[in-house]
C-alpha cells in the first residue's frame, strides 16, 4: 500500500486549490470519497504544498483574476510557441528512444541505424505521446504503475523485456482526470519520479 499511500499525500498536498475551515481526520487506506473529503477540508496552510522536486517552491495559491480576459486559442494549429519546442524536446528524445528501440530489438527494423540516420531531422523522428486515462483514483494508480514501469529511472525498468525509456522517448503526457491528477502532480513537482514519491514517502502501511 505504500504507492498508494505516497501518492495519496502528494496529491493531497499538492492539488488543494481552496482554503476550508475544517479540520480533518485523515484515514488509513482511505477510499476515494474519503480523499476529495480530506482534499476540500484541509486548509493550505496545513500540508506542505510541494516536493522537494518542486521548482522555486511552487505552491498553489489563490491569485487576482488577470484585468484581460484570457481567451481560448483554436486548436485547428499548434501554437507557436508549440512549433518552437517541438525540435528541441524531439532531438532530446533520441538517444533515449534509440537505447530503447535497440534494445527491444524490432524483428526487420534496424532502430539504430534510423535513428542514427534521421537524428539530424526531428520532423523525421517518431513522434511518441503517452496518455493516463480517466477515472478516477484507480486511474491514478494504473497510470502510476504504468508511468514508473515507463520511466528509465525505475529501478530494473531497462532490462530484458521492460520498457523503461518509453517515457523519456516521449514527447507529450497527457493525463484525464484520473490520470490527470497524476500528470499534474508529477508536472507541479519538476516532473519527479514515481518511484521516487514512493522512496521518499514515510511506510505508513
Given at each position: 500500500?505504500?504507492?498508494?499511500?505516497?501518492?495519496?499525500?502528494?496529491?493531497?498536498?499538492?492539488?488543494?486549490?481552496?482554503?476550508?475551515?475544517?479540520?480533518?481526520?485523515?484515514?488509513?487506506?482511505?477510499?476515494?470519497?474519503?480523499?476529495?473529503?480530506?482534499?476540500?477540508?484541509v486548509p493550505l496552510t496545513a500540508w506542505?504544498?510541494?516536493?522537494?522536486?518542486?521548482?522555486?517552491?511552487?505552491?498553489?495559491?489563490?491569485?487576482?483574476?488577470?484585468?484581460?480576459?484570457?481567451?481560448?486559442?483554436?486548436?485547428?494549429?499548434?501554437?507557436?510557441?508549440?512549433?518552437?519546442?517541438?525540435?528541441?524536446?524531439?532531438?532530446?528524445?533520441?538517444?533515449?528512444?534509440?537505447?530503447?528501440?535497440?534494445?527491444?530489438?524490432?524483428?526487420?527494423?534496424?532502430?539504430?541505424?534510423?535513428?542514427?540516420?534521421?537524428?539530424?531531422?526531428?520532423?523525421?523522428?517518431?513522434?511518441?505521446?503517452?496518455?493516463?486515462?480517466?477515472?478516477?483514483?484507480?486511474?491514478?494508480?494504473?497510470?502510476?504503475?504504468?508511468?514508473?514501469?515507463?520511466?528509465?529511472?525505475?529501478?530494473?525498468?531497462?532490462?530484458?523485456?521492460?520498457?523503461?525509456?518509453?517515457?523519456?522517448?516521449?514527447?507529450?503526457?497527457?493525463?484525464?482526470?484520473?490520470?490527470?491528477?497524476?500528470?499534474?502532480?508529477?508536472?507541479?513537482?519538476?516532473?519527479?519520479?514515481?518511484?521516487?514519491?514512493?522512496?521518499?514517502?514515510p511506510d505508513t502501511s
Amino acid at each position: 500500500m505504500k504507492l498508494q499511500d505516497s501518492l495519496t499525500s502528494l496529491l493531497t498536498a499538492s492539488s488543494v486549490l481552496s482554503a476550508a475551515s475544517a479540520s480533518v481526520v485523515v484515514v488509513r487506506n482511505p477510499t476515494v470519497d474519503e480523499v476529495g473529503a480530506e482534499a476540500l477540508a484541509v486548509p493550505l496552510t496545513a500540508w506542505k504544498r510541494a516536493t522537494a522536486e518542486a521548482p522555486n517552491n511552487y505552491i498553489p495559491t489563490e491569485v487576482d483574476c488577470p484585468s484581460t480576459r484570457p481567451t481560448i486559442r483554436s486548436a485547428a494549429s499548434l501554437s507557436n510557441e508549440e512549433l518552437a519546442w517541438l525540435p528541441i524536446r524531439r532531438n532530446n528524445t533520441v538517444t533515449a528512444m534509440r537505447n530503447l528501440l535497440t534494445r527491444v530489438n524490432i524483428t526487420g527494423f534496424d532502430a539504430g541505424a534510423y535513428l542514427d540516420t534521421h537524428s539530424s531531422n526531428a520532423s523525421n523522428l517518431p513522434n511518441i505521446g503517452i496518455a493516463a486515462s480517466g477515472g478516477g483514483y484507480r486511474a491514478l494508480m494504473n497510470g502510476a504503475g504504468n508511468i514508473a514501469a515507463f520511466d528509465s529511472r525505475t529501478a530494473n525498468s531497462t532490462g530484458a523485456g521492460h520498457l523503461g525509456g518509453l517515457l523519456q522517448s516521449a514527447t507529450y503526457l497527457a493525463g484525464l482526470s484520473g490520470g490527470g491528477w497524476l500528470v499534474g502532480s508529477l508536472y507541479v513537482n519538476n516532473f519527479t519520479s514515481v518511484q521516487q514519491i514512493i522512496d521518499t514517502t514515510p511506510d505508513t502501511s
